[in-house]
């Protein structure tokens, strides 16, 4: 099960990067979510997850705007992988 501090995780990894570009949310463009073994079960964890990421940011973070069920990912502790993709002028 995808635990929502996974999520939270990779919401503040990506604040992060933006941030050492010069970059913010405002920026993406967007958003893809690879989660394993996903159902709609866990829509409320993915949730959670980035409702966290986004006080701790000081944001209003949008959840993905393409959602992937995966098999698995790289590395087997891993249940979500997020991406974003940026538009910085």
Same mark, same amino acid.
């Given at each position: 099960? +995808?635990?929502?501090?996974?999520? #939270?995780?990779?919401?503040?990894? !990506?604040? @992060?990067?933006?941030?050492? !570009?010069?970059?913010?949310?405002? /920026?993406?463009?967007?958003? $893809?979510?690879?989660?394993? /073994?996903? $159902? %709609?079960? @866990?829509?409320? $964890?993915?949730? #959670?997850?980035?409702?966290?990421?986004?006080?701790? %940011? =000081? !944001?209003?973070?949008?959840?993905?705007? +393409?959602?992937? =069920?995966?098999?698995?990912?790289? !590395?087997?502790?891993? *249940?979500?992988?997020? +991406?974003? $993709?940026?538009? *910085?002028?």
């Amino acid at each position: 099960m +995808t635990s929502p501090r996974q999520v #939270e995780q990779c919401y503040l990894d !990506i604040g @992060k990067a933006l941030a050492q !570009i010069g970059g913010s949310f405002d /920026d993406i463009a967007n958003l $893809t979510a690879y989660v394993v /073994d996903w $159902t %709609l079960d @866990k829509m409320p $964890t993915l949730g #959670e997850g980035i409702a966290r990421a986004s006080a701790q %940011l =000081g !944001i209003a973070a949008a959840p993905p705007a +393409t959602l992937l =069920g995966v098999a698995a990912l790289d !590395i087997p502790a891993h *249940l979500i992988e997020v +991406t974003a $993709t940026a538009i *910085l002028d």
